[in-house]
């Protein structure tokens, strides 16, 4: 068993292994010359070359204990035929929503959309460096993904005005979702993904009484789905106010937390394994204080099964060399 493995399916409290969300990413100069030469981010997904050694990156230089596959949630609206882009210093813009040409999209040609990424993740689990580690696989979360679709754009802060207006979209279209997230999921798995995160970064913007129609039952569904292949996942419900209510209800193998939470509180109240919460920005400052920060979360998850990641993505601007740090401070512990 990989120690991500042991983590989750064991319990094992003293291995710690370490994997960081956007590892593949801006922060590290050979992924940003490949990135310069190749401005469509689509393409650059569906390139599985290309997006191979794009997960391979932050292995060669770092001891990760996971690959997690160089793609995007929103490839989901893009195997859809929904219009995806990216612009630069401003991020994703999508098409207008139409149900009807959504609605006629059959599996075969959402699996031919996006089948580069599943022949990357062949290679990437393939790959002599994954010996004794995972491959992750991942998906949006249904709420975050429809907030995406509709809003056609980040919502930063807010959801439009009239987000909610169109009750009848709303309820197909989740609909959709989590049919073609069951079909993402279940091809990455056969090409070897061995554990499946689910995104859910905009989970924070609901309020409580909607949280078992948009977050709750449709994550349940997926999370039950993926654990009937035999594969474990992670939920990361960003923001989320009450984490113990959410694993209560959906029963992650893991749950990744975000680094406005009280650590403390969430090792009291939750048992099941616990990955995440360092604030990204602490690999801006130095090392003292990188490893200051790093040993306070695996002090208070020192008896807890715990996988060591940061409560969101590694910041572009971070300097490799301590991320290089991070890793020797986690592994020494
Ligand atoms: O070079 C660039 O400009 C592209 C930047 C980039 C990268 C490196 C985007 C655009 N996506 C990715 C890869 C990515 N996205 C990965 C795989 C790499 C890795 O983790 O190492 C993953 C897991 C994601 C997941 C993702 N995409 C999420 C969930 C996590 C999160 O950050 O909250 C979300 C919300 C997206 C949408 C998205 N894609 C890209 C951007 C800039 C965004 C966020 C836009 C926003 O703020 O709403």
Known sequence: MTPLQRVIKENNTTLNPIWIMRQAGRYLPEFREIRSK???????CLNPNLSTEITLQPLKRF??????????????????KQKVEFKKNFGPILGKLNLNEISKVEEIDFVERVQQIYKAIKNVSNNNILKDKNTIGFIGAPWTLLVYMINQQSPKKQLKKDFFENKDLIN???????????????????????????FDSWAGLLENKDLPYYVYNPTFNLVKFTQSLNTPVICFPRNIKDYKRYCDFIKPDAICIDYEVDPLKIEKEISI????????????????NIKKEATKYLDIFKDHPYIFNLGHGVLPETNPE????????????
């Open 322 to 333: 301590m991320m290089e740090y991070l890793v020797k401070t986690v592994k020494d512990y």
């Open 63 to 80: 001891d990760f204990d996971a690959a997690i596959i160089f793609s995007d949630i929103l490839m989901l609206p893009y195997g859809l």
């Open 172 to 198: 197909n279209i989740l609909i959709i979702i989590e049919k073609f997230l069951k079909i993402h999921i279940k091809n990455q798995i056969d090409s070897g993904a061995n554990l499946i995160q689910i």
């Open 273 to 288: 394994p616990i990955q995440g919460g360092m604030d990204p920005k602490v690999l801006l400052t130095d090392k003292e």
């Open 38 to 44: 190749n401005p469509d981010f689509i393409k650059l």
